[in-house]
């Protein structure tokens, strides 16, 4: 058990603790997910609190109390000055954080799923624009690829019942079994696979293509947005059986207010709360 420790750190998400201090989990690379506290970061003067900002790689220092973990140190190593200036492009990262902060347990230490995030925000920190349809593609990339990491990967190629090789245009869909169910199976055993639901071939490539593709590719590829919310609305039911954690929110609602806000952007805007 560590009493103290210096380490490179993203914020996931910050929250108001008693009358002037804040609560906050980081993801780390060699520590996994921490929660520690900024003693007086509620005050408008408090020094420490305006480095801890979500969409930035800090070098951080925290140290093990009696009763709790506090920040005595901070610095920032690398700032994203899109997702600090741009609306549309911080409520998408400030999203994807606070839903890996929902996902994750603390202290399981993943070198790989922190390598994935700072290569995440990297590149949304580089795109000029982001239409909803396109963010929420986008964020269903990031989230297939954590659930891969987590080891709650979708079957988009084998069949979750019999295990073989999903053929075209002979499949259905089954959120509450984590992906697709050969026509085979379903006709052994309807009444197994009776919450099996049609998907339309289009919708599994764009998924597979979400997961497994770069960003930068999932950025330039073309879209439509019915298969787009089909693609959504099927991660959205797999998250809710399988990920603990996570609640029955959908999660691309975190970047809805680009359709309905006008907001201008902030320089230190409050993290979105999922």
């Known amino acids: 058990m560590w009493a103290s420790i210096k380490t490179e750190a993203i914020i996931l998400s910050v929250a108001p603790w008693r009358e002037a201090d804040r609560r906050y989990c980081a993801l780390t690379p060699g520590h996994g997910k921490l929660e520690f506290f900024g ?12 480095h801890l900002d979500p969409c930035t790689i800090l070098d951080l220092e925290i140290i093990r109390g009696a009763r709790s973990v506090t920040v005595i140190g901070v610095e920032r190593r690398q700032s994203f000055s899109t997702l600090s200036t741009s609306l549309d492009h911080r409520l998408l990262a400030l999203t994807s954080l606070g839903l890996l902060d929902k996902i994750i347990r603390e202290e399981q230490e993943d070198a790989v799923l922190y390598g994935e995030l700072t290569t995440w925000l990297k590149f949304l920190d580089t795109q000029e624009s982001l239409h909803p349809t396109r963010s929420t593609f986008l964020l269903s990339g990031f989230l297939l690829r954590l659930m891969r990491q987590l080891g709650y990967n979708v079957a988009l190629d084998h069949c979750v019942g019999c295990e073989g090789d999903i053929l075209p245009l002979s499949f259905r869909w089954h959120g509450g079994r984590g992906g697709l169910v050969c026509s085979s199976c379903i006709a052994t055993n309807p009444g197994e ?27 330039r590829y073309p879209l439509k947005g019915a298969d787009v919310s089909s693609l959504a609305s099927c991660l959205h039911d797999t998250i809710l059986y ?10 691309w609602t975190g970047i809805l207010p680009l359709q309905t806000l006008a907001i201008p952007p902030l320089a230190n805007p409050v993290p979105v709360q999922l």
Do not use: I, N
Request: proline share 8%; no cysteine; net charge positive.
């Open 193 to 219: 696979w009776f919450l099996a639901t049609p998907l339309r071939q289009e919708v599994v490539q764009l998924m597979r293509l979400a997961r497994d593709s770069s960003y930068d590719g999932l950025y």
């Open 39 to 50: 003693r007086g970061a509620g005050k408008p003067l408090a020094k420490l609190a305006s």
């Open 242 to 251: 399988h990920v603990p954690g996570a609640t029955d929110r959908p999660f």
